[in-house]
Nanobody, 118 residues
């Protein structure tokens, strides 16, 4: 059974930092999978925040470029999202997503709440 478990969310003041983790289990192909972080704020659609390929190429939403860094540790089957210079508009539930290669199956975590106070 595949599981993605996010952790590291919480309440932080504007300008602060948080590091989210997403630990995957049951994914034999983790090192081959694209891994993404999404977020969903109340009343808004879920949006892509950052992505990292199996080759460690990364891409970011314009709103987080220069502040967030996605990384992965294939030995630990874990993907991270380092979030610096947080803003109140970063407040959302953050989800990780895994897309298997080559089959393209998609798995989601349950989400972790990030709240940034002004």
């Amino acid at each position: 059974q595949v599981q993605l478990v996010e952790s590291g969310g919480g309440l932080v003041q504007a300008g602060g930092s948080l590091r989210l983790s997403c630990a995957a289990s049951g994914l034999d192909t983790f090192s081959l999978n694209a891994m993404d972080w999404y977020r969903q704020a109340p009343g808004k659609q879920r949006e892509l925040v950052a992505t990292i390929s199996r080759g460690h190429s990364t891409n970011y939403a314009d709103s987080v470029k220069g502040r967030f860094t996605i990384s992965r540790d294939n030995a630990k089957n874990t993907v991270y999202l380092q979030m610096n210079s947080l803003k109140p508009e970063d407040t959302a539930v953050y989800y990780c997503k895994s897309t298997t290669w080559p089959a393209g199956y998609v798995y989601w975590g349950q989400g972790t709440q990030v709240t940034v106070s002004s």
